[in-house]
């Protein structure tokens, strides 16, 4: 695609709902990132994919959050049982190759949850 | 962890003057990297410095590197109103997989 895409957009959840958020990078882009930013913070390194592998989980807040990459393309960040300080912006991003590049990010899921 | 480090944390200008913002970082690096993002979502790739570069130009940006200080700097000349975002400095570490970020700058220009 012509860049990176991320849905939905926005997401209000009641606590305790799993939710999906879904990623689909730039064609051809090998390294897959989910970030995740709380309001007016920086960015939080969750996790990491090279191909459909990922190399570093440990990013990862807690055990109710999981990530998958399919075919080396699209990716879906789950959160189970969502809580409330689950609330914040997901960015994802994709690069070329895995390190030493520019990343291109998607626009964002603003996940909210009451 | 959070590598980087820029400052100030905010910074308010008038329109056309200049602005400047600096980050700091604790490792050997590959390159660095500075983004913007506007409105809190998608961060836009501004430049890439690479560790033997001193200094890079694109547009109205101009970014320098000290690998000895292990500083860099973003100048953005000639400001105008939509220069207003957050803008964040990141680092490739030697032997990493992963940019390492700061906490952003927020810049607002006013007209």
């Known amino acids: 695609g012509a860049g990176v895409s991320q849905s939905p957009s926005n997401k209000v959840t009641e606590k305790g709902k799993d939710v999906e958020l879904r990623c689909d990078p730039i064609?051809?882009?090998?390294?897959l990132y989910w970030y995740r930013q709380s309001l007016g913070q920086g960015l939080e390194f969750l996790i990491y994919f090279q191909g459909n592998s990922a190399p570093d989980k440990s990013g990862l807040p807690s055990d109710r959050f999981s990530a998958e990459r399919t075919g080396g393309s699209v990716s879906t960040l789950t959160i189970q049982r969502t809580q409330q300080e689950d609330s914040a912006v997901y960015l994802c991003?994709?690069?070329?190759?895995?390190?030493?590049?520019?990343?291109?990010f998607g626009s964002g899921t603003q996940l909210s949850v009451l | 962890s959070q590598q980087g480090e820029e400052d100030p944390q905010a910074l308010s200008i008038q329109e056309g003057e200049n602005a400047t913002m600096n980050c700091s970082y604790k490792?050997?690096?590959?390159?660095l990297q500075w983004y913007r993002q506007n409105s809190g979502r998608g961060l836009v790739h501004l430049i890439l410095?690479?560790?033997n570069e001193r200094e890079k130009h694109s547009g109205r940006l101009r970014v320098t590197l000290d690998t000895s200080k292990k500083s860099s700097s973003l100048l953005i000349t000639a400001s105008r109103a939509a220069d207003t975002a957050s803008y964040f400095c990141?680092?490739?570490?030697?032997?990493?997989?992963?940019?390492?970020w700061g906490a952003g700058t927020k810049l607002i220009i006013k007209p």
């Open positions: 410095i690479r560790s």
């Open positions: 990141a680092t490739w570490e030697d032997s990493n997989y992963q940019l390492i």
């Open positions: 490792t050997s690096i590959n390159n």
């Open positions: 991003a994709s690069s070329f190759r895995a390190a030493n590049e520019k990343l291109f």
């Open positions: 064609s051809g882009h090998t390294a």
